[in-house]
């Protein structure tokens, strides 16, 4: 009687199933200012290179009003940053008309918020 035929040592590793990977998300305001641009003139476009610099300038702004914010909230010994605190930084932070304007709107986005 021979051996049965057995399979040879070298065989492959069974590899485990390879999850697809996805992409790193970036967070950015395009969306957002491509609709605002569009309510403003529908017909204007912008190139990527206007929507960076758009991109940046949103956030140079949303941060040098949080860190206002933050200050303001410390200089008042409070532990909550509430919406007057923000509405304060704005008015430091903007010149005249732009400023009356930016609080007007931020006032009728957080009643608009609170009423639904």
Known sequence: ??????????????????????????????????????????????????MSIMNSFVNDIFERIASEAGRIVTHTNKSTLSSRDIQTAVRLMLPGELAKHAVSEGTKAVTKFSSA
């Open 1 to 50: 009687m021979g051996k049965s035929p057995t399979k040879s040592s070298k065989s492959k590793p069974i590899k485990a199933p390879t999850k697809k990977r996805s992409k790193k998300r970036v967070e950015s305001y395009s969306t957002y200012i491509y609709k605002v641009l569009k309510q403003v003139d529908p017909e204007t476009g912008i190139s990527k290179k206007s």
